[in-house]
């Protein structure tokens, strides 16, 4: 189904909801991945099973889980934007840290290590998709809790980059979305921009 949508739409506008899939599933991958220091073993087994499910010999159908389904966006970002290489040799290793981790059977935090590096070489997309209001205001959507696994300042920071203050990055979305013909859609979320502020920095890019 995901599949085909991308196909029939044009490839900006495909690079930008492959750029959304990424952001959701990475955002699922850093919550699960946070809480295994603190797991118990059949715990720290569940959620590994749900970023990457362990295979099991003749099993008819792959188990996708979050890392399997960020290799299949990034791929389609490729596709569309010919750019994204670099996020699947990071998945790769990510899925040899995963398996590893199965294997010790340990709780440990080392997954959720070699995920956090990911989002800067993510931001870069979204860097050169900065006309484009729908994925940036996902990362908004997204602010708090990368921040929370990340680092306070983390997505201001990148903002920070594109746009040089708040104020002209809500202006862009708000025209971005006008064009689409949704005028009131950031009134509606102004909540979203509450407190966004570039100052303090705590990450540069």
């Given at each position: 189904m995901i599949a085909a949508q991308l196909t029939d739409l044009e490839k900006p506008a495909a690079k930008a909801l492959c750029l959304q899939f990424i952001l959701h599933e990475y955002v699922r991958a850093l919550e699960i991945a946070s809480t295994f220091s603190a797991c118990k073993g059949p715990e720290f087994l569940q959620g590994l099973n749900q970023i990457y499910p362990d295979l099991i010999e003749g099993m008819p159908v792959?188990?996708?889980?979050?890392?399997?389904?960020?290799?299949?966006?990034c791929e389609a970002l490729l596709e569309n934007s010919q750019k994204g290489e670099e996020l699947l040799n990071v998945l790769d290793d990510l899925q040899l840290a995963a398996a590893k981790e199965r294997r010790k059977c340990t709780p440990s935090s080392c997954l959720f290590e070699k995920l956090c590096p990911f989002f800067s070489l993510l931001t870069k997309h979204f860097e050169e998709s900065k006309e484009d209001e729908v994925p940036l205001f996902s990362l908004l959507e997204l602010r708090k809790t990368l921040n929370r696994h990340l680092g306070d300042?983390?997505?201001?920071?990148?903002?920070?980059?594109?746009?040089?203050?708040?104020?002209?990055?809500?202006?862009?979305?708000?025209?971005?979305?006008?064009?689409?013909?949704?005028?009131?859609?950031?009134?509606?979320?102004?909540?979203?921009?509450?407190?966004?502020?570039?100052?303090?920095?705590?990450?540069?890019?």
């Open positions: 792959m188990k996708l889980g979050i890392l399997r389904k960020l290799c299949f966006y300042g983390t997505v201001e920071a990148f903002f920070q980059k594109i746009f040089d203050t708040p104020q002209d990055f809500q202006t862009a979305l708000s025209l971005g979305f006008a064009r689409r013909g949704f005028e009131g859609f950031c009134r509606q979320h102004a909540d979203l921009f509450e407190g966004l502020a570039w100052e303090p920095l705590t990450k540069k890019f």
